[in-house]
């Protein structure tokens, strides 16, 4: 197997689950004993530490289940790397997901809402998280807009694909490979979507939607466009190669798309950034774990439709994302309807194997 090809890690085979979770398991007891003494910190009682740790706990399970999807998303892509970039990016990678998203993200969330500096707002994190919290609820229209644009264009791209041959719902995904020679469809399905859910708001909120969710869009689109550039010249941009640099950065954009509602919606639990990042963090680590394992196992050839789940997983969590611009949607629900839809696809798939094992073609 070719340098440029080989799975990461090497194929690893027999590699138990365990192993691939080391790093996982060790992050969770690193954070979880973080948890227990902030908890004690700030309560100075056993059970206010026990229900920190308890909070974390949930936290780290709503990542994992919001962000499952983005898993297998990940690691189609990553598949198609270089091996010094699938490293890069699962270790700058989670480096960037957990302190930047988790931590530096909210911060710059309120740094723009609120007008003041970077220290004021952590300051007024760790002493006033009441009006910490208000204020990034106050921030929730934009981000969801903007993020449930982008993350609709990366669903609707993978099945406006006159190339893709594999079709799980086929009666709609047929259809759709058919449309993907017309130019620009899919941004066309997306800015119905965008002036549909504008128009059902009223005044400045209209604005503030359809002005976040048309950076959505150029943002995937010049994403796009400098992944293209980056990775199609070899001999001026030697680091960049196929695979390289340009993948780097959209999975870096995708991974910060898909942990927005994951961010914002952790404030219904707790008001303290720091049990936050704790808890999100090891939720991170999971899902990064999991792309390696799908990565080096081949899981996404060996299940067919899986691909397919976590690609309407992420249409149905970009459409949530714009309703939570109407009404408020518990996350327990978003994280539920995501894994579902990815079982099914996994159902499929068995069924698919078993059926082809009885009647080969």
């Known amino acids: 197997m070719s340098q440029q090809t080989r799975p990461l890690g090497g194929g690893a085979p027999g590699r138990s689950i365990l192993s691939y979770l080391k790093w996982a398991i060790i992050v969770t007891v690193l954070g979880l004993v973080l948890g227990a003494a902030l908890g004690w910190q700030t309560t100075g009682t056993v059970g206010g530490m026990l229900s920190i740790l308890f909070i974390c706990t949930v936290l780290a399970v709503l990542e994992i289940s919001l962000s499952f999807d983005n898993a297998i998303v990940n690691a189609n892509k990553l598949k198609e790397m270089q091996p010094v ?8 990678g989670i480096l960037i997901a957990v302190f930047g998203m988790r931590i530096v993200f909210p911060l710059l969330i309120v ?6 500096g970077p220290w004021q707002a952590l300051v007024l994190a760790a002493a006033q998280p009441e009006e910490y919290a208000r204020i990034m609820h106050d921030a929730h229209l934009p981000i ?5 644009t982008f993350l609709m264009m990366v669903g609707l791209s993978f099945f406006f694909d006159h190339e893709k041959d594999v079709h799980w719902v086929s009666w709609l995904e047929r259809h759709m490979a058919k449309y993907a020679t017309i130019r620009g469809v899919e941004v066309a399905v997306v800015l119905l979507f965008v002036i549909g859910f504008s128009h059902l708001l009223e005044g400045a ?3 503030v939607f359809f002005s976040a969710a048309i950076w959505g869009l150029m943002t995937f689109l010049l994403v796009e466009v400098l992944g293209g550039l980056l990775d ?4 001026t941009l030697k680091g960049a190669a196929r695979g390289g640099l340009g993948a780097f950065l959209y999975l870096e954009v995708l991974d910060a798309s898909f942990s927005f509602d994951g961010v914002i919606g952790a404030f219904a639990l707790s008001q303290n950034l720091f049990v936050i990042a ?3 963090g090891i939720g991170a680590m999971y899902v990064r774990s999991m792309t390696i394992m799908l990565v080096e196992n081949g ?4 299940y067919r439709f899986l691909e397919h789940g976590a690609f309407y997983a992420i249409i149905a969590l970009s459409i949530v994302m714009f309703a939570q611009s109407l009404v408020h949607i518990p996350e327990v629900i978003t994280g539920l309807g995501g894994a579902a839809l990815i079982g099914i696809s996994l159902w499929s798939s068995i069924r698919w194997n078993r059926a082809e094992a009885l009647h080969p073609a």
């Open 232 to 235: 199609s010249s070899q001999e």
């Open 205 to 207: 909120e209209r604005t």
């Open 111 to 116: 740094v723009v809402a609120a007008g003041i």
């Open 299 to 302: 899981t996404l050839s060996e």
């Open 85 to 92: 970039w699938q490293h890069r990016f699962l270790t700058w």
């Open 144 to 148: 969801a807009a903007f993020g449930g």
């Open 278 to 280: 704790i808890g999100l």
